[in-house]
């Protein structure tokens, strides 16, 4: 059982950067692949970012590519998403997720959420 808890989120203009974390809770963090999905008003939810369990691979949405990196620190259980040149496109709820598997970009395959943070990018 993992549970999530994101952090980091809110307002900020068109170029600028946040950063996002999600701290887990459970002793087998490691043995999770971590993802950030976004859900903007209206639309369906999106993959954003994923990485392996063991850190070395990582993919990121075309959408958000040269702008977004995904990381996390195994040590401390936490992912964090940072999001550079920020753009009112990027205005959604974002979410971090978990699934004891490979990393995947789709939300059903993920078995564990948080309850999200809310990100708005002015312009």
């Known amino acids: 059982q993992v549970q999530l808890v994101e952090s980091g989120g809110g307002l900020v203009q068109a170029g600028g950067s946040l950063r996002l974390s999600c701290a887990a809770s459970g002793r087998t963090f490691s043995s999770y692949a971590m993802a950030w999905f976004r859900q903007a008003p209206g639309k369906e939810r999106e993959f954003v970012a994923a990485l392996s369990f063991s850190g070395p691979t990582s993919y990121v949405a075309d959408s958000v590519a040269g702008r977004f990196s995904i990381s996390r620190d195994n040590a401390k259980n936490t992912v964090a998403l940072q999001m550079n040149s920020l753009k009112p496109d990027d205005t959604a709820v974002y979410y971090c997720?978990?699934?004891?598997?490979?990393?995947?970009?789709?939300?059903?395959?993920?078995?564990?959420w948080g309850q999200g943070t809310q990100v708005t990018v002015s312009s």
């Open positions: 997720a978990a699934r004891r598997q490979i990393l995947t970009i789709k939300p059903s395959d993920y078995n564990y």
